[in-house]
């Protein structure tokens, strides 16, 4: 499968603690394991000419991975009308984490998904599978345990997923939907909530598991080109 990894790429350039987490980045890091599952991976940054997503990248793109927090206003809205494009024609998505508030994701979702409650506090995260026999959460178990993540709280400003594959418990009381799959287009997108960029959690077996699993049920085997506007009947019924 071709993947495309975007990752705004400034975190993990500009602040010397978190480059210690991602050397290379986040999406290098993501690319690696992916990889090594057997994918063919691309990555585009802020860096790249138009973020790494030509038309040509996105055309031979058959699922595209967004990390995205501080930079989503220096993403031209041309490419997030392509991306967009692309989603409705069966390109599937995966939106990690601060993904939430990219223009494309809330362009995505018809939503403000950007508005939920948060506290950078390093506590404990359990992501609960609500959902066992969805394929996203094969090899998961019950849960997910990250000793230190960034909170996010409902209320998650999103429209209702059209599945719901995660829940997440917060130390400090709050819970989240953590692992949802909408249907656009012909196009699936799961967001998936962890992935602060200051604790390790791409390193995490069982994170990197789900991803693995997610870009699987996202991608589209083939989509039977679609007849839109006026057509002639389909069968003849006229006397
Ligand atoms: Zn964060």
């Excluded at 090594?36 to 991976?41: Q, W």
């Excluded at 939430?100 to 403000?112: A, D």
């Excluded at 049920?217 to 019924?237: C, F, L, Q, R």
Aim: hydrophobic share 35%; with cysteine.
């Amino acid at each position: 499968m071709k993947i495309t990894i975007y990752n705004e790429y400034l975190h993990e350039k500009h602040d010397e603690y978190i480059k210690g987490i991602y050397p290379d980045g986040i999406h290098s890091c993501i690319a690696k394991f992916l990889t090594e599952a057997g994918h063919e991976c691309r990555t585009g940054t802020l860096d790249d000419p138009e973020c790494g997503l030509t038309d040509e990248v996105l055309a031979d793109t058959d699922v595209l991975i967004w990390w995205g927090h501080m930079g989503h206003h220096l993403v031209p809205d041309e490419i997030v009308e392509k991306v967009y494009n692309r989603v409705m024609e069966g390109m599937g998505m995966v939106v990690l984490h601060s993904g939430h508030n990219s223009k494309i994701f809330r362009k995505l979702c018809g939503t403000n998904a950007g508005e939920l409650k948060w506290r950078d506090d390093d506590e404990k995260e359990i992501l609960w599978v609500v959902d066992p026999a969805h394929p996203i959460a094969q090899g998961i178990g019950e849960n997910i345990i990250l000793e230190q993540e960034e909170m996010y709280g409902e209320h998650f400003i999103i429209p209702t997923p059209d599945e719901l594959v995660f829940i997440s418990w917060f130390a400090g009381g709050e819970v989240f939907r953590s692992g949802c799959v909408f249907k656009r287009g012909n196009g699936k997108i799961f967001y998936f909530r962890p992935g602060h960029e200051s604790v390790p959690t791409y390193h995490n077996e069982k994170i990197q598991q789900v991803i693995k699993n997610a870009v699987k049920y996202v991608k589209n085997d083939s989509i039977a080109p679609m007849t839109y506007g006026y057509v002639e009947p389909t069968v003849e019924w006229k006397k």
